[in-house]
């Protein structure tokens, strides 16, 4: 038995996100059947983490096991010969026998972009938020300063979750202005609860929109209330951009 690792990346937009689900075509499903087709045999691949529907992947890492002794790169252009256009293999490997991309993962980046300006674009409007109203990038900054560190991030948890354990430490979040009105939000953590940065990243445009003063960050956080922070920003702008063992 052989074990693989492969990176993808991926448009989200027509998935229900990555894990299999009954209502919809997930990421997973493509996935598994493009590789079986390929190797003929059937395979569970695990994604790095689960992304949510309408959410894209620059860099996703996955695992998987297989019998065939078919060589590596031929399994690879095999595989991205019958992908769709929006799913693509990008590297695959052998790896490690215990190697498993979701328990071996020490961190992940998340960017998620957002377009700022008067008018409303039509171009790439699926990888991005629109946001009319102007931002105040360094009442966004101070404000993102609050969040570094561990912390219980329950006010930024999805409404629902089920995970008991809810402390993680953010790394970094950086917040970078671009030309066009685009701006760009990146966070690293060692790991994310459900709907997190998209929580997260809705709380910083009402501080930069003059919705909520930055200095209440703090007070949100200790509250542990989702009620308390600001609304989801839309899945279109999410890209998961680096995992890292």
């Known amino acids: 038995m052989r074990n693989l690792k492969m990176f993808l990346e991926y448009d989200g937009t027509a998935y229900c996100g990555w894990q299999r689900q009954q209502n919809g075509m997930s990421i997973q499903q493509v996935l598994e059947e493009s590789v079986g087709r390929i190797i003929h045999e059937k395979v569970s691949i695990i994604a790095s983490g689960r992304t949510d529907a309408g959410v894209h992947a620059v860099n996703q890492v996955a695992s998987f096991r297989v019998e065939s002794p078919l060589p590596v790169d031929k399994i690879f252009l095999g595989v991205n010969s019958v992908l769709p256009a929006d799913i693509v293999l990008t590297d695959l490997q052998e790896a490690d026998p ?144 680096e995992v890292k063992y």
Not at 106 to 128: A, D, E, H, T
Not at 174 to 198: K, P, Q
Request: hydrophobic share 35%; with cysteine; charged share 30%.
């Open 98 to 241: 215990d190697f498993n991309a979701l328990k071996d993962a020490k961190g992940k980046i998340y960017l998620y972009r957002i377009k700022n300006q008067r008018l409303r674009p039509v171009l790439g409007r699926q990888y991005y938020w629109f946001v009319r109203c102007p931002l105040d990038i360094e009442r966004m900054r101070r404000a993102a300063s609050y969040l570094t560190g561990r912390h219980d991030f329950s006010c930024f948890c999805a409404t629902g979750c089920d995970v008991k354990d809810r402390v993680r430490t953010l790394r970094d979040i950086a917040i970078d202005g671009r030309d066009h009105g685009m701006l760009d939000i990146t966070v690293e953590s060692s790991g994310f609860l459900r709907h997190m940065v998209r929580n997260i990243v809705g709380t910083l445009v009402d501080a930069g929109r003059d919705k909520l003063n930055p200095d209440d960050i703090p007070d949100i956080i200790a509250s542990r209330d989702r009620k308390k922070a600001g609304t989801a920003a839309p899945a279109c702008g999410l890209f998961l951009k």
